[in-house]
């Protein structure tokens, strides 16, 4: 069973950036591709980014491509989410979530993934 816990998640003006973090334990972090999703009250929750087990390989949503960075370090068990340029439109609920498996690329949609945290909320103010 793996363990996923967010945090970094905060209020930030337009422009700004944010770094989000997801601490991993309970399993060999080295084996799992890793996601970022989010989620608005009411709306299905939709792929951001992701990157393969070893960290070679990144995938992003359209509308986060070179604003936001996917990275891992499988020493420390943790996968990044580094959010530059941020928009009002970037507001949610942001989650990590893990897929067993040398997937490349990861999956795209929530049902493809075999676990999850809890989510940081990031809003981000006019």
């Known amino acids: 069973q793996v363990q996923l816990v967010e945090s970094g998640g905060g209020l930030v003006q337009a422009g700004g950036s944010l770094r989000l973090s997801c601490a991993a334990s309970?399993?060999?972090?080295?084996?799992?591709?890793m996601g970022w999703f989010r989620q608005a009250p009411g709306k299905e929750r939709e792929f951001v980014a992701a990157?393969?087990?070893?960290?070679?390989?990144?995938y992003y949503k359209d509308s986060v491509k070179g604003r936001f960075t996917i990275s891992r370090d499988n020493a420390k068990n943790t996968v990044y989410l580094q959010m530059n340029s941020l928009k009002p439109e970037d507001t949610d609920v942001y989650y990590c979530a893990a897929k067993l498996g040398t997937w490349d690329p990861p999956p795209s949609t929530r049902y493809g993934y075999d676990y999850w945290g809890q989510g940081t909320q990031v809003t981000v103010s006019p």
């Open positions: 309970g399993g060999t972090f080295s084996s799992y591709a």
């Open positions: 990157i393969i087990w070893s960290g070679s390989n990144t």
